[in-house]
Every structure is written in structure tokens, then in C-alpha cells.
């Protein structure tokens, strides 16, 4: 296990940026920058032990600061949308910015995925870990409360990305918070996704409106294509949910405990990835609105990368009825996720 670090670039206002580089005995390879918590590079091998980087993204500082589309980072305070950016808490109504149509995305115009976060680097005979943290000043983007939050990035010797989130308040607010990374495990540079299967392990969905905004109904799956309780080829089912997948799969783990969320398999590389995780929710992510942008040698269009944002439904502080993402002084915000990696000889 090794972690090493360096500079990645200077931002506008002069402050450096680092990007540390995790790696561990069986040739996994994990590059994480502190700005935006954004994992910038997965590198892992094929059946075949040839190396390839999972995860799109760009070279520079610069591409992440100006024009990424969520690649690989922190998403927060709350990840996904909040309709019409405004919410009730405790009688009284914040306002938020509507930096999607006419509804909040991923946090704001500069949500956590745009902020630096503070490093700190551990290691143990299994493990390397990143830690970083972030004081969300009260106000800031709309949202109430002094929000400390802690990100754990650790890659074990079991071939595992694991992600722990903690935050506390001093005022009661609310939380969500994800990574956004695209994956393509036949190599970010290899083009469509449709040969990966994929499965996901809920039987339910939230549904939502033309906007993508919730409609506050669960839904069964079955008899949808949607449903991906069995593995299925994305390229069979992403034509009949036109532009892609773009939902919230409601995940089978009434207790809040540790459960697979997803599993995909690549059969070209034999790359395969499960997804773990106790929040309720998971955002499968197709790449619709990625247009030709140009990354790390490569040009990524539509459907180049997908994308398992666990997570609380979105909207949840506008619809009681799905589970609360409010915190209040005194409590702690946790959850965990982990993507692991692994191969299928065939
Ligand atoms: C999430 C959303 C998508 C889109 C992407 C970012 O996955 O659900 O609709 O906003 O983020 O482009």
C-alpha cells in the first residue's frame, strides 16, 4: 500500500492544489485531487492484467475549474435536485440558486465539488486513506448552518474504493452527499457503455416529472424498463428510457444497513465493479448530456460513462414522506459507500 502526493495546479486565487495518488498490491491505482474531493484517475487491470483508468475526467486543474461536468467529485451539500431551490425547515423558507431550469442542482453554482478541501493523508498495512475536510459556512449557497463535513476516501488491499461521509451542523439543515464519478470499465477512452450489464438491487424507483423532479410516488419497477433486478446490457434497455438513465433506484435496505447496491460487468476486459452502500438511494447516471466534451485523450460523448450516485432521494426536503435528510445540532451525518473492483475470467 503507498500514498504519495503532489502539486496538481494553483487556483485563481493562488491558493495550491494536491493531487495524491493511492495504490495498493494488486495494481489498483486511485488518483484523488483536493479540489472538489474529485477522483481524477482509477486505474485497475483487465483479465488479461492490462492496465486501464475506469473513471472520465481531464489532465488539468484548469478543465475541472471551467467546464466539468460533476467528473469524479464531491457532490454537496445536497446532491441531486431540490425543486424550485427552495425548502422549509423549522418555519422558515431558504433559497436556493436554480442553476438547473428552474430547479437546484448538485449543491449550487459553487457547491463542494468546486470548494478545496483540507488533506490528510493515513496508512495501514490494509489501507491507504485520504481524508479531506470542508467548513461549509452558514449561508453559503443558501443552505443554514456551519456545516463540517469529512470525506474518507480509502483504498484497501481487497481492491476497494471506500467512501465515508460525516457532517455536523450547528443549526438544523439538510445533507446529501455523494461522489459523481463516470465510470467505463472497458477504459474512459473506449466509447459507448452499451456492452456493460448492469444490475441494481431495488425493486422501486422514485418517480419524477418531465424536470426530473420528483413526483413524490414509489413506484414498482417491475414490467418497467427500468428494471434491472436481473442483469441487463445497458445498450438494450437505455433506447427505451430515451435520453438514458437518469433515476433514482430506491435500494432494498429498509434499515439503513450495508447492502450491494449495484453490480457491473464489462465482458470485453472482464472488469467488473459492485457498488455498497447504506443510504437508501441510488442515482443511475447514463452520460445523456455529455456532447463531445474533450478529457484526458479522449472525447467523451453521450452514454461514454455511467455513473452510481448513492444517495437520499432527491427533493427530499421538499416531500416528508421520503426518508429525512435534515440534520439538527448534536446529530452526526454518516454514510458509506464503497466500489469494488474486481475481474471474471470466462
Ligand atoms: C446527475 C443528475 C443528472 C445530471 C448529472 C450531471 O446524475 O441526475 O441529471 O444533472 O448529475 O450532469
Redesign the pocket.
Known amino acids: 500500500m503507498n500514498i504519495t502526493e503532489k502539486v496538481f495546479g494553483t487556483l485563481p486565487c493562488g491558493e495550491k492544489v494536491r493531487i495524491f495518488t493511492l495504490s495498493n498490491d494488486s495494481s489498483i491505482t486511485v488518483k484523488i485531487t483536493n479540489y472538489g474531493g474529485i477522483v481524477q484517475s482509477i486505474l485497475t487491470p483487465d483479465k488479461n492484467g492490462n492496465i486501464a483508468d475506469v473513471v472520465l475526467g481531464f489532465d488539468t486543474l484548469e478543465e475541472y475549474i471551467n467546464k466539468s461536468?460533476?467528473f469524479g467529485c464531491i457532490v454537496g451539500r445536497y446532491a441531486?435536485?431540490i425543486a424550485k431551490g427552495r425548502f422549509k425547515l423549522e418555519n422558515t423558507e431558504y433559497v436556493l440558486a436554480k442553476n438547473?431550469g428552474n430547479n437546484h442542482?448538485?449543491g449550487g453554482n459553487v457547491g463542494f465539488d468546486k470548494v478545496l478541501w483540507e488533506p490528510k493523508i493515513s496508512q495501514s498495512k490494509d489501507s491507504v486513506s485520504l481524508e479531506l475536510t470542508y467548513l461549509s459556512k452558514d449561508g453559503e449557497e443558501g443552505y443554514p448552518g456551519n456545516l463540517l463535513c469529512k470525506v474518507i476516501y480509502t483504498l484497501t488491499c481487497d481492491d476497494e474504493l471506500k467512501i465515508q461521509y460525516h457532517a455536523t451542523t450547528d443549526k438544523t439543515t439538510v445533507v446529501n452527499l455523494t461522489n459523481?464519478s463516470y465510470f467505463n470499465l472497458a477504459g474512459h477512452d473506449s466509447g459507448k457503455i452499451y456492452n456493460h450489464m448492469i444490475q441494481i438491487f431495488a425493486d422501486k424507483y422514485t418517480e419524477v416529472d418531465e424536470n426530473?423532479i420528483p413526483t413524490g410516488r414509489i413506484l414498482q419497477l417491475a414490467g418497467t424498463a427500468l428494471n434491472l433486478t436481473r442483469p441487463a446490457k445497458i445498450g438494450d434497455g437505455i433506447g427505451k428510457v430515451s435520453p438514458g438513465f437518469?433515476h433514482n433506484y430506491v435500494l432494498n435496505n429498509d434499515n439503513a444497513s450495508v447492502v450491494k447496491a449495484a453490480e457491473v460487468y464489462e465482458p470485453s476486459s472482464g472488469r467488473m465493479m459492485q457498488t455498497f452502500t447504506d443510504e437508501p438511494g441510488i442515482?443511475f447516471?447514463t452520460g445523456?448530456?455529455l456532447d463531445g466534451i474533450k478529457g484526458k485523450n479522449a472525447v467523451y460523448e453521450k452514454h461514454t460513462g455511467f455513473?452510481l450516485?448513492t444517495q437520499h432521494y432527491p427533493d427530499s426536503p421538499n416531500i416528508p414522506d421520503f426518508p429525512s435528510t435534515v440534520l439538527k445540532p448534536g446529530m452526526q451525518y454518516s454514510s458509506q459507500t464503497t466500489y469494488k473492483f474486481a475481474v471474471k475470467h470466462e
Open positions: 461536468p460533476y441531486n435536485r438547473t442542482l448538485h459523481h426530473f437518469d442515482q447516471y445523456n448530456f455513473c450516485e
